[in-house]
């Protein structure tokens, strides 16, 4: 079974928009949850991560929104810009040696 | 190499044959994971070396799966006896610590085709 859910699927935004990109998670016991970014061709490359003692972490133009009450957490890429086209996967882990849970993936695609 | 480096990066065999795919870490980094990735899916956990020992395994999918790890660096997962549905990218990411917190860095995967 999936232990993260993410939606949606897809993205279109258009240049200079907000890409918001949702994750839900079922076991308590997860206290890490990074998000990668993934380009064709390419290895996911870790973009932000967050641990659930905070609510919310920014680095640039990405934000991670945390709720822990309703175990759901989120990627917010404000100002879009086409060069964000790619794969974003959302993850949790827990315990002492990283092994991820990942989500599905959500691919976005920036318009000019 | 400055990042994690897998070959082949791409392979296709028939079905029944035994496939190699090899991993090389960053060097230092203790910790090593296969993950598989399957056309528009995450990425699936498949197991989990600290130096050489592997004490996660349970994201193999069959006893059809193997994997090794020497020095401490190198890789290699096997697929004996290979079926359609091992069609996917398969995945390395080496971390500098143990822990969560590590950041993975990824490689670029070995796609592998079964005809």
């Known amino acids: 079974q999936q232990q993260v859910k993410q939606s949606p699927q897809s993205l279109i935004v258009q240049k200079g928009g907000i890409s918001i990109i949702n994750c839900a998670y079922e076991?308590?016991?997860?206290?890490?949850f990074p998000w990668y970014q993934q380009f064709p061709g390419k290895g996911p490359a870790l973009l932000i991560a967050i641990r659930p003692d905070v609510s919310e972490k920014k680095e640039g133009r990405f934000t991670i929104s945390f709720n822990k009450s309703a175990k759901q957490f989120s990627l917010h890429i404000m100002d879009s810009q086409p060069g964000d086209s790619a794969t974003y996967f959302c993850a949790a882990s827990m315990g002492s040696w990283g092994k991820f849970q990942f989500g599905a993936g959500t691919q976005v695609v920036v318009t000019p | 190499g400055a990042g994690v480096s897998q070959s082949p990066s791409n392979k296709v065999t028939e079905k029944g044959k035994d496939v190699e795919l090899r991993c090389d870490p960053i060097?230092?980094?203790?910790?090593l994971y296969w993950y598989r990735q399957s056309l528009g899916q995450g990425l699936e956990f498949l197991i989990y070396f600290q130096g050489n020992s592997a004490p996660d395994k349970s994201g193999l999918p069959s006893d059809r799966f193997s994997a090794e790890r020497t020095g401490g660096s190198v890789s290699t997962l096997t697929i004996q006896r290979t079926q359609q549905e091992d069609s996917a990218v398969y995945l390395c990411?080496?971390?500098?610590?143990?822990?969560?917190?590590?950041?993975?860095?990824f490689g670029e995967g070995s796609r592998l085709t079964v005809l």
């Open positions: 076991n308590t016991a997860f206290d890490y």
């Open positions: 060097s230092g980094h203790t910790a």
């Open positions: 990411a080496s971390s500098l610590v143990q822990g969560a917190t590590g950041e993975l860095f």
